[in-house]
């Protein structure tokens, strides 16, 4: 009887063992690992830029208008050719105007010989009125006044180049009719091209005089210049809330058209050691912003740790942590949004380089 109570307290034993080993490996079998790769945070630049469409336009683009009325007799120019300052472009008829600068020449020498005759009676001889000799002076200087008028009249005959520029359009023909205020011509100068563009108003201090722009052409989006900032406009249009801004264009850029789209991308921020990560490692859980970095358990097994971080500035794919990780943290990339905190983690990384070192040692 002591033998068979013997006997199972061994079974017993035995089973309570090998219970207590199973049980042990189950749990070990339900401790799940995620696959991760990490990487070190450090401190890098932060930039965010705003790109704009801008249109190319220059401050030296007139509709130049006739200022007498006449006939167009000639035309100097063709559309396209460069003009001088100060070339005639068109010449309007002036032979009425020569014809009244005659009848007025002979009518101011007249004016003035009667008045200079009243004068001499009148300061020599005390002979006539004042008011005889102050009318015949005054109808002299209207005389006169009258004859320069027509001179400057004749001279605007000829209309010519306010600044030295390209003729772009001609807008009247040989034989056409012209009044004052009537436009003959288009010029527009090559030497004075900008870009211009609106900035929306809540980046008003983030663009400064003097700022590197980037900027290209739908012609040529392959070739970049870097320009600076040369007005910025004090006042936001109400009806689209944007402020001004402008970019003058080098000379040498002849291919570039009036009223092209410009592309140009602006810069708005500059961080200095910044901590900068990808959007997708920021997860959104109970309201607040988490990451996930790489750290150990009490018994030395790679866990993962949830981090609440507040959040800076953004451009594309990148935003700026303000606080919540620091230099040195080993950050969750791949494999983050499968994580819980403390999940523990297998660096895939760690183990490739451990078995290429295991294989370079054999």
């Given at each position: 009887?002591k033998?068979?109570?013997?006997?199972?307290?061994?079974?017993?034993?035995?089973?309570?063992?090998?219970?207590?080993?199973?049980?042990?490996?189950?749990?070990?079998?339900?401790?799940?690992?995620?696959?991760?790769?990490?990487?070190?945070?450090?401190?890098?630049?932060?930039?965010?830029?705003l790109?704009?469409?801008?249109?190319?336009?220059?401050?030296?683009?007139?509709?130049?208008?006739?200022?007498?009325?006449?006939?167009?007799?000639?035309?100097?120019?063709?559309?396209?050719?460069?003009?001088?300052?100060?070339?005639?472009?068109?010449?309007?008829?002036?032979?009425?105007?020569?014809?009244?600068i005659?009848?007025?020449?002979?009518?101011?020498?007249?004016?003035?010989?009667?008045?200079?005759?009243?004068?001499?009676?009148y300061?020599?001889?005390?002979?006539?009125?004042?008011i005889?000799?102050?009318?015949?002076?005054?109808?002299?200087e209207?005389?006169l006044?009258?004859l320069?008028?027509?001179?400057?009249?004749?001279?605007?005959?000829?209309?010519?180049?306010p600044?030295?520029?390209?003729?772009?359009?001609?807008?009247t023909?040989v034989?056409?009719?012209v009044?004052?205020?009537?436009?003959?011509?288009?010029?527009?100068?090559?030497?004075?091209?900008?870009?211009?563009l609106g900035?929306?108003?809540?980046?008003?201090?983030?663009?400064?005089?003097?700022?590197?722009?980037?900027?290209?052409?739908?012609?040529?989006?392959?070739?970049?210049?870097?320009?600076?900032?040369t007005?910025?406009?004090?006042?936001?249009?109400p009806?689209?809330?944007?402020?001004t801004?402008?970019?003058?264009?080098?000379?040498?850029?002849n291919?570039?058209?009036?009223?092209?789209?410009?592309n140009?991308?602006?810069?708005?921020?500059?961080?200095?050691?910044?901590?900068?990560?990808?959007?997708?490692?920021?997860?959104?859980?109970?309201?607040?912003?988490?990451?996930?970095?790489?750290?150990?358990?009490?018994?030395g097994?790679?866990?993962?740790?949830?981090?609440?971080?507040?959040?800076g500035s953004?451009?594309?794919?990148?935003?700026?942590?303000?606080?919540?990780?620091?230099?040195g943290?080993?950050?969750?990339?791949?494999?983050?949004?499968?994580?819980?905190?403390?999940?523990r983690i297998v660096?895939?990384?760690?183990?490739?380089?451990?078995?290429?070192a295991?294989?370079?040692s054999?």
């Amino acid at each position: 009887m002591k033998n068979f109570q013997t006997a199972i307290i061994v079974i017993l034993t035995f089973g309570f063992l090998y219970a207590c080993e199973t049980e042990t490996a189950e749990v070990e079998q339900a401790v799940k690992t995620v696959n991760v790769e990490t990487q070190q945070v450090e401190p890098e630049i932060f930039e965010s830029y705003l790109q704009q469409v801008g249109t190319v336009t220059t401050n030296r683009d007139v509709r130049v208008s006739s200022e007498v009325s006449g006939r167009i007799v000639n035309l100097n120019k063709e559309e396209g050719e460069q003009v001088q300052e100060g070339e005639r472009v068109i010449k309007v008829d002036d032979r009425k105007l020569q014809q009244e600068i005659n009848r007025l020449q002979a009518t101011t020498s007249q004016a003035k010989e009667n008045y200079e005759r009243l004068k001499r009676l009148y300061e020599e001889q005390d002979i006539g009125s004042e008011i005889d000799y102050l009318n015949a002076k005054y109808a002299y200087e209207q005389n006169l006044a009258a004859l320069e008028s027509i001179r400057v009249d004749l001279e605007n005959t000829s209309i010519s180049a306010p600044f030295t520029g390209i003729l772009e359009t001609v807008l009247t023909e040989v034989g056409e009719m012209v009044s004052p205020g009537t436009p003959v011509f288009r010029l527009i100068s090559r030497q004075s091209k900008k870009i211009e563009l609106g900035v929306p108003a809540r980046f008003a201090g983030s663009v400064d005089l003097g700022d590197m722009a980037e900027v290209w052409f739908d012609y040529d989006t392959e070739t970049r210049y870097q320009l600076p900032v040369t007005f910025i406009g004090n006042t936001i249009d109400p009806m689209n809330r944007t402020f001004t801004v402008e970019i003058d264009l080098p000379a040498e850029l002849n291919q570039v058209k009036i009223d092209m789209i410009a592309n140009v991308r602006l810069r708005t921020e500059r961080i200095e050691d910044a901590i900068v990560v990808g959007e997708e490692y920021v997860f959104q859980k109970g309201g607040k912003n988490v990451v996930y970095v790489s750290s150990q358990d009490e018994q030395g097994n790679p866990i993962a740790v949830e981090r609440v971080v507040s959040l800076g500035s953004a451009y594309g794919n990148n935003i700026v942590i303000r606080n919540g990780l620091a230099t040195g943290d080993e950050l969750v990339t791949v494999g983050a949004s499968y994580l819980q905190d403390g999940s523990r983690i297998v660096n895939v990384e760690d183990e490739q380089s451990q078995m290429v070192a295991e294989q370079e040692s054999e």
